[in-house]
């Protein structure tokens, strides 16, 4: 008998961790989740908190397969195909910066990109280590996901 209990205990879990897996994650206010569904058109838009990163992971290989440079203007993004073009802009001080997408990230749930040094460095965000800021989408990349 306990044992027929386990395995319908068992298969309900599994049943229940498949359906939670495969649904979108988009959020009311814009922002995403680890796993959202990448937007199809150049209209998307998005508004959060920016983080950088640098030396730690300066010619280590990103999520496409390139090395990662922390003097060129690259970011990283949960969702965007890797080649997309962002216009960055920091609400805070209206500077600007377009970047590529060819890393995966942020892992911290409450940030929507991580950009490289450099995009931190124009963006002036180095001193505070993270900005408000507002991601349009210049061109889609044709990167695999």
Not at 3 to 19: C, P, T, Y
Not at 86 to 96: H, M, P, S, W
């Amino acid at each position: 008998m306990r044992l027929v209990i386990r395995s319908v205990l068992a298969g309900a879990m599994v049943v229940q961790g498949i359906g939670c897996a495969s649904s979108p994650r988009f959020r009311a206010d814009g922002g995403s989740s680890e796993r959202a569904s990448p937007p199809s058109a150049t209209g998307f838009v998005q508004e959060g908190i920016a983080s950088f990163y640098g030396e730690e992971f300066n010619g280590r290989p990103t999520s496409n397969g390139e090395v990662f440079d922390m003097f060129k203007f690259t970011a990283a993004h949960r969702t965007l195909p890797f080649g997309t073009k962002l216009r960055v802009k920091n609400l805070e001080n209206g500077k600007e910066v377009i970047v590529r997408i060819n890393d995966r990230g942020p892992f911290k749930l409450d940030r929507i990109i991580d950009l490289s040094y450099a995009a931190a460095k124009q963006l002036e965000m180095i001193s505070a280590g993270t900005a408000r800021v507002k991601l349009d989408v210049v061109e889609m990349g044709a990167g695999k996901n």
